[in-house]
C-alpha cells in the first residue's frame, strides 16, 4: 500500500497530538526544595515545573509532625517569613496542575534557635557568690528586654577547662559518649558573655572565620582588648595597675624613707592570667618611674634624694603553707611597708594575718571588710560603683550592651557576623562607665578602706 | 668656586666617626674586621675614604657622643650603655649598633642594628635549661633593676607566665628579687643591699629552693657569692646567670651555669661574643661604607637608612646571618656548665622565635 506525503504529514501529526495529550494528562513531577534562613527571616523556594499549574507547601512542627498544615501557594515558587525564634518545621512542596498533585518534593527542616550563651565558671563544682550574683544579673536584665522576645538566653555553668572545650567544640560519638555539637560552630550562637579572664581567654583564641561577639563581664586582663571580638565591660589591668601605682607613690610620700613594697601574685591556674597580667602592667608602670629616677642617680630635679617606692620582691602565691611561711619570711626579711596581692580573694586572709601590721592593696574582687578592719587594707574596685552591687551592676552592663545591639539589628540581621558589626559601633553608658569596643577607657578604678563597717572611698586631698 | 669645593668636602665628611663603646676585646673584634690591629694606646684609627674608628671605654655616655655632628655612628656593647640611645637626649638620625646587649627594648628604636639576640630568646634558653636540669623544682630570681637585668627579668616571667597558664610540668617561680647594689641611686635608696639579698637567698634555700638565676653584672654577682667580699657561697645549690656575668674559667668554684650568646671559638681569635659581636658590626659598616662610596651625598642619617638594607650572610658573619631587626630569629646560646670543683663542661642552644 502508498501512503502519500500527504498522509504521512497527517498520520505524523496526529501521532504528535496523541503521544502529547498522553503526557500532559499526568500530575507534574515533584519540584527541588531549597530552605534559607537569614536571623529570623527563613525562605524556601522551588524549581518551575511548566506543567505545573500551582504548588502546596507542607510543614509540620517537628514536635508534632503528624500536625501537618497545608498551603496552597497557587504560582508561586518562593515564600520568605520572618518567623518566631524557637521555630522548628519539617517543610516540602508539591507541584499540582488538573491531573493530580506531584509526589513530595525533598524535605527540608529548620529550627531558628537564636542565642546569646552565658559561661559561667565554676569554683570546685559550685558557683561563686559573686558569679551567682553576676548570672542572675544578667538572667534578670536580659529575660526581661524585649530582646529575649528575639534571642534566648542560655545558661551553660562550666565545671571546669576540659568541659568548656567539649562544649565549645563539641564530642565526636564514640563508644562512652554521645556526638554533640559544639558551640563554635553553630551560627545561631550569636554571641558569648564569659565571667572570667581565663575563659574569656580560651574562647576567643579560637580562630574562627566568622567568630561571635564576646562579652567579658569582669575579665580585666590587657590582652583580651587586643581581641578583634571582645569587648570588656571591666576596666582594664591597665588602668588598675596605674590607680595602684598612684596609691603607693602616695604612700612614699607620707613615708620618712623608702617605701618598700612586694607583690603577691596568684599562682593557681584560674587566677594567674589575671594576676601575671596585672603585674606585668604594674612592673611596667613602676619601673617606668625608677629607670627615670635611675638616670638622674636617684635624685629629684631639684637636685635632692627622694624617696619613691620601690618594688622589693615579686612571689607567687598558691594558698600553700609553703608559700605562705616563703611571704611571711620574706616581708620581715626585706623589711617590707607594703604588699599588693593580686589573687583569690579566698586565699588572702592568712597572708593577711600573719603580717597584718605592713599596708595591703588587693586587686579588684570580692573581700570582706570586717575581716581587714583593724589592719590597712585597700582594695581597687570599679569606679563610681556601687560597692555593694559591683558584680550585679556589671551584669545589668553586659545585658544592656547586648540588649542594645540586639534590639538595633532587624530580624533578618540576627547573624553572628551583623552582631558584632553592630556591637562594635555601639557605644553605652552603664552603671559602671562608658562600655564599647572603641571605648579606650571603658571604667576607672577607686580605692576603698576596709572598716569595720563598711569599705570606705578613699579621697586623696 | 674654591669656597663651594670646600664645603662640598666638608659635607662628605662632616660625619665621618665611627664610635666604638665597650671593652678591649670589643675594639679587638671590631678592628680585626677592618684588618687592624688594637694597639692599647691608640684611640684612634684612619680607614681609606677618610673614615675614622674612635675607641672608647664602656662608661662613655652615648647619648652625648651622638650629638656630636661628625659621628656617623656608634656600636655600644651592652643594654645599660646601649640603652642610652633610646633616651630623648639621644640623636635619632644616626645609625647604633649593639653588639652583645639583649634588652627588648632596643628592638622598638629605629636606628638600633642589634647584632645578638635579645632577652626573650635568653630567657627561654635559660627558662629550658633550668627546666632540663630540675626538671619541675621551684627556682629564685635576683635582678639587677636596670636596662639589662630587669629586662631579662621581665622576659623570664613571661616563661613562667606561659608555663603556669598553660599548666606545664617547667619549674615555677619561688619568688623574684630585685638588687640594688649597682644601680645608679643614692646609697639610702638602695634597699635591698647584698646582706639584704644574700639574707632573702637564705630565706629561699629554707623552703628547699635551691636554683636561682641570677640576671645583672659580674661585681653584683661576686657580692653574693665571693667569701672575701662578703658574700656567701654555699646558699644557693646552682647559679643560672645571664651573659652580664662574664665568668673566666676556674674563677668559680660554683655549681654554676653561664650563657653567653654564641661564640665560634675560631683558632687564632678571641673567644668571647664582645669579640665575635664587635666583628660582625664591623663587617656591617664596612659594607655600608662600601654602599655609600657610590652617593652623591652622604650624611649620617642616610648612612642609617643604608645600613639598614643590608643583609649579613653566614658567610660573612661570625655569627650568623643577619638583617636589620632579626637577630632574634636565631638564637644560639654557649652554655658553660661549672661544678664546685671548677669543672668546667661547654654545651650550645639554640632557641628560634
Redesign the interface.
Known amino acids: 500500500m502508498k501512503i502519500s506525503l500527504k498522509q504521512m504529514i497527517a498520520f505524523l501529526l496526529l501521532w504528535f497530538i496523541t503521544i502529547f495529550n498522553t503526557a500532559y494528562a499526568m500530575p507534574p513531577l515533584a519540584p527541588v526544595l531549597e530552605l534559607n534562613t537569614r536571623g529570623l527571616e527563613v525562605t524556601a523556594k522551588w524549581n518551575y515545573a511548566s506543567d505545573a499549574t500551582g504548588y502546596k507547601l507542607s510543614y509540620a512542627p517537628t514536635n508534632n509532625i503528624a500536625n501537618v498544615t497545608v498551603v496552597d501557594l497557587e504560582e508561586q515558587t518562593n515564600i520568605s517569613n520572618i518567623l518566631q525564634n524557637g521555630e522548628s518545621l519539617f517543610i516540602a512542596v508539591q507541584a499540582y496542575n488538573e491531573y493530580g498533585d506531584s509526589p513530595l518534593s525533598n524535605i527540608e527542616h529548620f529550627a531558628l534557635n537564636k542565642r546569646v550563651l552565658l559561661f559561667t565558671e565554676m569554683v570546685d563544682g559550685e558557683l561563686t557568690e559573686a558569679r551567682r550574683k553576676l548570672q542572675k544579673a544578667i538572667k534578670e536584665e536580659f529575660n526581661s528586654s524585649p530582646a529575649a522576645e528575639r534571642v534566648n538566653l542560655e545558661v551553660v555553668d562550666v565545671p571546669n577547662h576540659e568541659h568548656l572545650a567539649d562544649v565549645f567544640y563539641g564530642l565526636s560519638k564514640t563508644d562512652e559518649k554521645v556526638g554533640l555539637r559544639g558551640y563554635v560552630d553553630d551560627p545561631d550562637v550569636l554571641a558569648i558573655i564569659t565571667t572570667s579572664t581565663s575563659m574569656g581567654l580560651a574562647i576567643s583564641a579560637i580562630e574562627h572565620e566568622n567568630p561571635p561577639l564576646i562579652i567579658t563581664a569582669t575579665a580585666t586582663s590587657e590582652i583580651l582588648k587586643d581581641k578583634d571580638n571582645v569587648l570588656l565591660m571591666a576596666p582594664s589591668n591597665d588602668i588598675q595597675s596605674t590607680k595602684i601605682h598612684q596609691e603607693l607613690s602616695l604612700d612614699a610620700k607620707e613615708s620618712n624613707n623608702m617605701y618598700k613594697y612586694i607583690i603577691i601574685l596568684g599562682d593557681n591556674p584560674g587566677i594567674a592570667i589575671y594576676s601575671f597580667d596585672l603585674n606585668n602592667h604594674l612592673l611596667a608602670t613602676s619601673y617606668r618611674e625608677e629607670l627615670s629616677i635611675l638616670s638622674k642617680g636617684g635624685k629629684n630635679n631639684i637636685g635632692e634624694v627622694e624617696n619613691f617606692a620601690q618594688l622589693v620582691g615579686t612571689f607567687p602565691y598558691d594558698g600553700s603553707e609553703n608559700s605562705l611561711q616563703l611571704i611571711s619570711n620574706m616581708i620581715t626579711t626585706l623589711d617590707v611597708d607594703g604588699a599588693v596581692y593580686m589573687g583569690f580573694p579566698e586565699q588572702f586572709n592568712p597572708l593577711y594575718n600573719v603580717h597584718p601590721e605592713i599596708k595591703w592593696i588587693v586587686g579588684d574582687g570580692s573581700y570582706a571588710h570586717e575581716d581587714f578592719a583593724s589592719g590597712d587594707v585597700r582594695m581597687m574596685v570599679f569606679g563610681g560603683a556601687d560597692l555593694n552591687n559591683i558584680q550585679q551592676n556589671l551584669g545589668y552592663d553586659a545585658a544592656n550592651f547586648l540588649e542594645k545591639v540586639v534590639n538595633a539589628l532587624p530580624d533578618f540581621e540576627l547573624e553572628r557576623d551583623k552582631l558584632l558589626q553592630e556591637a562594635k559601633a555601639t557605644e553605652y553608658d552603664g552603671h559602671t562607665g562608658r562600655k564599647g569596643m572603641s571605648v579606650k577607657e571603658n571604667g576607672s578604678y577607686d580605692v576603698v578602706r576596709a572598716t569595720a563597717d563598711k569599705w570606705e572611698l578613699v579621697q586623696h586631698p | 668656586m674654591t669656597f663651594f669645593i670646600s664645603q662640598l668636602s666638608f659635607s662628605v665628611f662632616a660625619a665621618n666617626k665611627i664610635v666604638v663603646i665597650g671593652s678591649e676585646n670589643m675594639h679587638k673584634g671590631l678592628l680585626a674586621s677592618f684588618d687592624l690591629e688594637h694597639i692599647p694606646t691608640n684611640l684612634s684609627y684612619t680607614l681609606p675614604n677618610n673614615y675614622i674608628i674612635e675607641v672608647k671605654s664602656n662608661t662613655a655616655p652615648l647619648d652625648e657622643i651622638s650629638q656630636q655632628e661628625d659621628v656617623l655612628a656608634i656600636v655600644c656593647q651592652t643594654s645599660n650603655e646601649c640603652a642610652l640611645a633610646l ?1 630623648d637626649s639621644a640623636a635619632k638620625d644616626l645609625l647604633v649598633i649593639s653588639a652583645t646587649a639583649s634588652s627588648r627594648l632596643l628592638g622598638d628604636a629605629e636606628n638600633i642594628w642589634r647584632m645578638a639576640p635579645s632577652n626573650t630568646l635568653q630567657a627561654k634558653a635559660i627558662y629550658n635549661e633550668i627546666k632540663t636540669e630540675t626538671a619541675q623544682e621551684p627556682i629564685a630570681i635576683i635582678y639587677e ?3 639589662y637585668g ?1 629586662d631579662l627579668y ?1 622576659s623570664m ?1 613571661e616563661e613562667v ?1 606561659f608555663n ?2 598553660l ?1 606545664n610540668d617547667g619549674p ?7 638588687f640594688h647594689m649597682n ?4 646609697e ?2 638602695k ?2 643591699t647584698a646582706d ?1 639579698a644574700i ?2 637567698l637564705q ?2 634555700s ?2 628547699g629552693i635551691k636554683s636561682v638565676a641570677y640576671f645583672g653584672y659580674r661585681d653584683g654577682f661576686n657580692a653574693l657569692t665571693d667569701g672575701t667580699m662578703g658574700g656567701n657561697p654555699n646558699v644557693v645549690n646552682h647559679w643560672y646567670v645571664g651573659d652580664g656575668v662574664a665568668i673566666q674559667p676556674d674563677e668559680k668554684p660554683l655549681n654554676l651555669s653561664v650563657f653567653k650568646p654564641y661564640s665560634p671559638n675560631i683558632a687564632g681569635e678571641i673567644n668571647t661574643p664582645a669579640y665575635y659581636y664587635a666583628h660582625d658590626a664591623g663587617t656591617l659598616l664596612s659594607k655600608a661604607m662600601t654602599k655609600m662610596g657610590t652617593t652623591t651625598d652622604p650624611d649620617r642619617s642616610f648612612f642609617l637608612d643604608t645600613a639598614k638594607t643590608l643583609e649579613l650572610s653566614n658567610e660573612e658573619t661570625k655569627t650568623g646571618k643577619k638583617t636589620f631587626n632579626t637577630a632574634d630569629e636565631h638564637g644560639v646560646f654557649n652554655v658553660d656548665v661549672y661544678d664546685s670543683l671548677g669543672n668546667l663542661q661547654t654545651k650550645q642552644i639554640t632557641f628560634t622565635r
Not at chain 2, 615555677?172 to 630585685?178: E, M, Q, R, S, V
Open positions: 633616651k633593676p636596670q636596662d630587669f621581665a616571667m607566665f603556669t597558664i599548666e615555677k617561680l619561688a619568688g623574684a628579687i630585685p644601680v645608679n641611686l643614692d639610702t635608696q634597699s635591698i639584704k639574707a632573702a630565706d629561699f629554707k623552703m
